[in-house]
């Protein structure tokens, strides 16, 4: 009868021990080492990241403001023109289109009007979407009026500004008084401009950024690519409130943002 030999499992050599617990206490360390410095990196991209878009707002924030004091400005000026205020006294709607339509060309302002004191538009001078200056015939046959309490606000103030939405537009508007030398207010001068798509467009093409006003309900109100108006606008409201500094990722077109 045939013995079955017993095998003896080898033992661990000194030398194999040695050289795992080597890897173990090499690699571990080097493990949390680079799981550290990659969420330093991320972080530090995130913050890079926001400066560089809080300037981009900083940017976009002020080109408006320097549109909104160019246009406070030359309102005043246009208000104290004694041309302009005896055509608006004598009603001369014919003259006034003409010099709404001179003046409006060195304007940062996408249109101008001048209202009489009762609140009837007397005279329309606008930029269409190519830039070219038009203005409007309002004869008495074709008259319009600015709301009542709006005349009441502007006869009880010197200058007044509002900011009003429209569909895919942001139109930031100027009222200024126009008094006569003893004075009397003969009527107000109302600039507008208006932050539509192609305002967008021009500020995307010289700043390389998608862009996209909301207002504070969270809805878009005009972005410099349709796809952003298809959002829902539950999506926007998670921007509200203390959120300035976080970063959401977006996708237009399979581009993600």
Known sequence: MNKVKSQKRPSRSLRNSLIFWFLVFSIVPLIFVTGFS????ELALDRELLRRMQGNTNEVDLT????????TSRGRDLASDRALTYYLSTNKAKEIRSFLSNWIMSSVASRVSV?????RIIGSAYKDETG???????????????????????????????????????????????QS??????????????????????????????????????????????????????????????NEEKIYDIQIRKQPY
Do not use: W
Not at 38 to 41: F, N, Q, S
Not at 213 to 231: F, R, T, W
């Open 38 to 41: 990659l969420e330093k990196a």
């Open 115 to 119: 209202i009489q004191a009762d609140g």
């Open 64 to 71: 408006i403001s320097d549109m909104e004091k160019a246009v």
């Open 132 to 178: 070219e200056v038009k203005s409007e015939n309002l004869s008495s046959e074709k008259a319009y009026y600015i709301e009542d309490d709006l005349v009441e606000r502007l006869n009880a103030t010197v200058s007044l500004k509002l900011l009003e939405s429209r569909k895919k537009s942001l139109e930031l508007v100027a009222y200024q008084q126009v």
């Open 181 to 242: 030398r003893s004075g009397r207010v003969v009527g107000f001068i109302e600039q507008v401009i208006n932050i539509n798509e192609q305002f967008l467009l021009a500020l995307k093409k010289r700043m390389e950024l998608q862009l996209v006003i909301i207002s504070p309900e969270g809805k878009v109100v005009v972005a410099s690519n349709e796809d952003l108006m298809l959002y829902p606008k539950k999506f926007f409201a998670a921007f509200k409130g203390d």
